[in-house]
């Protein structure tokens, strides 16, 4: 990034920032309803802030903005969203922050305890329950079963489903030995799922409810929780495990989520992901929490 798009970023210091996490995903949210921030710094801007221990740091950053589409099946849309990964990519859908972000935009006055919200993915539904939100998901599609992959030297057989976002489903045995980042990172940019790679989820069953860890595409490490990935493990293992729905989810904070489905043969509906979406803190954008973007050569004085 050049020094004059930095300057640019740092003329938005000021602009109000709230953090957020659901269930141990955490994301920056930015009321723009103003347009404070045009859309073209959105993804550097994303990057810069996301930063750990240099910056805020978050697993994503999410701005909301108003809508005026009526969608022919879920009538009004309250409000859209401009999602980024940490690298500062675009994601299609991610079913914590959208809780999140429903939590805030109610709460800010943009929509009402049951609201529409339009993503790339297509519009979501979300409802708000105390501190909690359920959301409803897309239409899960895509699915296959047992594609086996050689990976670091092994043969892994892969189950998979687009619930948003690719995610591939990896069962295994023990989930505290599962080598998420290691194997993650490869099944992730794995030429089978080119070019736009996968989201890689470890899976297994104890005491009755799925356990999982991910490695998230676009943050490219392991993260706490995933929701579309919980969405994922849950359709995939789920019923082939006996569990009906809801499937209860533990994630690596040890947190939990519920997805709800209808399913029909090999066909999933009436997807929903339902936990808990807190507040960390607010505050203003300092013009400082850019810095760490100049190199060494052209750090100003």
């Known amino acids: 990034m050049d020094s004059a798009q930095i300057k640019r970023l740092e003329c938005l210091a000021g602009i109000e920032l709230v953090k957020m996490t659901g269930t141990g995903n955490d994301f920056i949210l930015v009321d723009n309803r ?49 999602f980024f990964n940490a690298d500062g990519s675009a ?11 429903a939590r805030f935009a109610h709460d800010a006055g943009l929509a009402g305890p049951e609201m529409v919200f339009d993503t790339t993915a297509g519009p979501i539904r979300a409802w708000i329950k105390d501190h909690g939100v359920k959301m409803e998901m897309i239409h899960p ?28 489903v990896i069962l295994v045995d023990d989930i505290d030995a599962a080598p998420v980042v290691p194997v993650g990172r490869q099944v992730r940019h794995h030429q089978h799922f080119a070019p736009a790679g996968t989201n890689v989820n470890f899976a297994c069953l104890a005491d ?24 994922a493990s849950a359709l995939m293992l789920g019923p082939a495990m006996g569990l009906k729905s ?26 929903f992901l ?20 100049y190199t060494q050569e052209d750090t100003p004085c």
């Open 34 to 82: 103003k347009a404070a921030v045009p859309q073209g710094l959105m993804p550097d801007l994303a990057l810069g802030l996301c930063q750990r221990r240099r910056s805020v740091g978050a697993d994503g950053m999410i701005f909301l903005e108003p809508s005026r589409r009526v969608d022919l099946v879920r009538g009004t849309v309250d409000w859209r969203w401009h």
């Open 91 to 101: 994601a299609e859908m991610c079913g914590n922050g959208g809780r999140c972000a």
């Open 141 to 168: 599609y895509g699915s296959y079963r047992g594609v086996e992959l050689e990976v670091a030297g092994q043969k892994l057989s892969l189950d998979g489903v687009n619930t948003g976002v690719p995610h591939a």
């Open 208 to 231: 009755g409810e799925l356990v999982m860890r991910t490695y998230e595409r676009g943050v490219e490490d392991e993260t706490l929780a995933c929701g579309t990935g919980a969405v």
């Open 246 to 271: 809801p499937v209860t989810v533990r994630v690596k904070s040890g947190e939990r989520l519920k997805v709800y489905f209808d399913k029909q043969g090999e066909e999933f509906g009436a997807v």
């Open 274 to 293: 339902e936990g808990a979406a807190h507040y960390v803190y607010s505050g203003k954008l300092h013009a400082e929490a850019l810095a760490w973007l």
